[in-house]
T-cell receptor
């Protein structure tokens, strides 16, 4: 079946950029998503990218998609302590059959 | 603004008890989902429902059942809770037929003793 992989942990210093990486196996994926989960809360959609795009920027967030390598990344510029959370990569085929990665726990050090 | 609510944030039950987890959404979404979240495993789909009275098994349905009698409400049932069902349970909903994302509830952390 489809699979989504992420590294489980990432630590960065406050003010630095964070890059969270994700790989997926389903070549028919049409949408790729990044969700943020703060402690004790559900998942909140941060951003998404359609599979025919290479890049999407939204304020401090930049999403890069390499469809050939099935690689997705989320860059957070000027990382703040409030960005500490678990970040989930997910893919779907036209909104059906969502598959989530295991989540990357981002720790922001002062 | 989409709102998905879950009946409890924290729940403690004993082995063998019947457990009901309730999820309600207020956006008239057709599709609703139940996931469990475990460290290092991400979200795993238990059951989903395309519409009222419809249900489909997800990746890990064993030990669970669901009920969707009304469009806004999707219930997850543990017929006889076991310790390996201790987990965070997340409900989500989305509009059918489009490319819309899923909207998640805050989660219920269930501990089975």
């Amino acid at each position: 079946g489809e699979d989504v992989e992420q590294s489980l942990f990432l630590s960065v210093r406050e003010g630095d950029s964070s890059v969270i990486n994700c790989t997926y196996t389903d070549s028919s994926s049409t949408y790729l998503y990044w969700y943020k989960q703060e402690p004790g809360a559900g998942l909140q959609l941060l951003t998404y990218i359609f599979s025919n795009m290479d890049m999407k920027q939204d304020q401090r967030l930049t999403v890069l998609l390499n469809k050939k390598d099935k690689h997705l990344s989320l860059r957070i510029a000027d990382t703040q302590t409030g960005d500490s959370a678990i970040y989930f990569c997910a893919e779907s085929n036209y909104g059906q059959n969502f598959v989530f990665g295991p989540g990357t726990r981002l720790s922001v050090l002062p | 603004d989409v709102k998905v609510t879950q009946s409890s944030r924290y729940l403690v039950k004993r082995t063998g008890e019947k457990v009901f987890l309730e999820c309600v959404q207020d956006m008239d979404h057709e599709n609703m989902f139940w996931y469990r979240q475990d460290p290092g495993l991400g979200l795993r789909l238990i059951y989903f429902s395309y519409d009222v009275k419809m249900k489909e098994k997800g990746d890990i349905p064993e030990g669970y059942s669901v009920s969707r009698e009304k469009k806004e409400r999707f219930s997850l049932i543990l017929e006889s809770a076991s310790t390996n069902q201790t987990s965070m349970y997340l409900c989500a909903s989305r509009l059918a037929g489009g490319t819309d994302t899923q909207y998640f509830g805050p989660g219920t952390r269930l501990t089975v003793l």
